[in-house]
């Protein structure tokens, strides 16, 4: 959900507002009330408009998975010996 931000309280902490975007976290900005502007990190910004990304980013998750995850999708099952007849 993005947060909001009037406008001139997001002047006044666009460095915070920036740090919140860049953790993937759109930010709405208003004025005089009503929705204005949207601050989006590159990534997601690229990944909606259709910019051209390496295959590596688009491919990447937006978030790391957790290392259990992650070691999950790698697993591998043991498989067991079998005897080969090389004649």
Avoid: C, I
Wanted: hydrophobic share 45%; no cysteine.
């Amino acid at each position: 959900m993005a947060r909001t931000w009037q406008l001139q309280e997001a002047k006044a902490r666009f460095s915070k507002l920036v740090e919140e975007a860049l953790k993937g976290e759109p930010q709405l900005v208003t004025r005089r009330g009503r929705k204005a502007v949207v601050v989006l990190d590159w990534e997601t910004y690229a990944r909606l408009t259709g910019e051209k990304l390496a295959l590596w980013q688009a491919l990447r998750a937006p978030t790391p998975l957790p290392n259990d995850e992650a070691e999950a999708l790698f697993a591998r099952t043991e498989a067991e010996h079998r005897e080969v007849s090389l004649f």
